[in-house]
């Protein structure tokens, strides 16, 4: 049971879940196509679908009791609807816009991948919904396609002028593997990612610091970068090297130097990090390449926020081999490669560190490379 049978008062005809992810490196470079290497998390979204002989929309969720949102297709336009609906909405919109067969549907969502936590809720029901649709009017989109379609629901419909690397993390990722993905050509490289066999442990720690000015600065930020590429005269950031840097940055004002400095060291890092794995490299070296990116989204990008660093100090000073935000900033989450014997005391200093500096109290936890999405088999209604 999903719960559409609660709500809609019938089985659901395809039922697919699809995860939140955590970004082990590369922030903030899919919009400038450079690289990422994310996993997803055992957390998921799951969407519930079944036809309506009409063209009407109806969205219901588990977590936000109330009757379901119905809407016309012909109604469908970026801007029409507002929070959580917008989502599966703007998927229906991107595959209409696609004049792909897509007509009226009841569609649930529920889940446990925690909003606000930077875990990329929202992506999670985007996909889900995208793959249930794709399902269930048998269109034969590719994951790749799928990974399109989710991303123009968020940036054109909801109005998040995001990049790929959430939508790539919930349907390309593979149980055990990190995904090296390539932004710009999207090609993926799925590298073993297993800690556990080497002893260690991946703890988040989400600082439940409120999101701040998160739109407004991220979209800021994208047009800093997209100003610098037109200054530089390349097509986008990824196309500098480190090397480049030293003639680049005087031709920018300060902030923009300091925005771009951040997009090419990082995707400097995640070759690093992709490489390191690859050869089967101890992965605590990992650590220092995780810890430069934060000191590089904090002194740099200036994403952080003060709850985000303290729960990396902290981890640090706990011993973790390396510590960093994840996701766009201005709140969410941190991440710590840690021992995994220290795995408790980490999150203990994490929490001690938090609350002797008046922020909220943090809850941790272990993540682990989890599956992509996946179809649900669908139980009946008894
Ligand atoms: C958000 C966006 C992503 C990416 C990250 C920062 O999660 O949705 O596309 O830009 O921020 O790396």
Not at 12 to 31: C, F, K, L, M, S
Not at 56 to 68: C, D, E, I, K
Not at 127 to 144: F, I, K, M, P, Q
Request: with cysteine.
């Amino acid at each position: 049971m999903t719960g559409f049978d609660d709500v809609f008062g019938r089985s659901p005809e395809a039922v697919w879940q699809a995860p939140g992810r955590v970004n082990i490196i590369g922030e903030h470079t899919d919009y400038n196509e450079g690289f990422v290497l994310p996993i997803a998390v055992p957390l998921c979204i799951r969407a519930s679908v079944a036809h309506r002989p009409d063209n009407v929309l109806r969205l219901a969720s588990a977590q936000m009791p109330g009757p379901p949102v119905h809407t016309d297709l012909s109604a469908l336009r970026p801007g029409a609807l507002r929070d959580w609906p917008a989502y599966p909405a703007g998927v229906v919109w991107a595959l209409r816009e696609r004049t792909l067969p897509v007509a009226g549907v009841d569609l649930h969502i529920t889940g446990d991948v925690p909003a606000g936590a930077g875990m990329s809720s929202s992506a999670a029901v985007a996909c889900a919904v995208a793959a249930a649709l794709n399902d269930l009017w048998d269109l034969g989109l590719s994951r790749t396609e799928l990974v399109a379609v989710a991303q123009q629901a968020e940036s054109d419909f909801v109005g998040m002028p995001c990049g790929s690397l959430d939508q790539s993390a919930s349907l390309l990722a593979e149980e055990g593997h990190a995904l090296f993905l390539d932004t710009r050509t999207l090609a993926a490289r799925h590298i073993p990612f297993d800690l556990p066999a080497h002893g260690l442990s991946l703890l988040v720690a989400d600082t439940k610091a409120p999101h701040r000015l998160v739109d407004g600065a991220y979209a800021r930020r994208r047009a800093s970068c997209e100003q610098a590429a037109r200054t530089l005269g390349v097509r986008a950031l990824r196309d500098l090297t480190v090397a480049d840097l030293g003639t680049a940055l005087g031709q920018l004002d300060a902030v923009t130097a300091r925005r771009t400095r951040h997009v090419v060291t990082e995707n400097a890092r995640v070759l690093d990090a992709a490489a390191l794995l690859e050869t089967g490299t101890d992965p605590r070296r990992l650590g220092p390449l995780l810890t430069a990116s934060h000191w590089s989204l904090r002194d740099d990008y200036e994403v952080t926020v003060p709850e985000l660093d303290t729960a990396v100090d902290a981890a640090l000073a706990a011993g973790a081999h390396g510590a960093r935000m994840f996701g766009a900033g201005f709140g969410g989450s941190v991440l710590a490669l840690v021992d995994a014997a220290d795995r408790n005391r980490t999150a203990t200093a994490i929490v001690a560190a938090a609350t002797a500096a008046g922020h909220p109290r943090p809850t941790t936890f272990e993540v682990a490379a989890a599956p992509g999405a996946r179809r649900m088999s669908i139980h009946p209604v008894r």
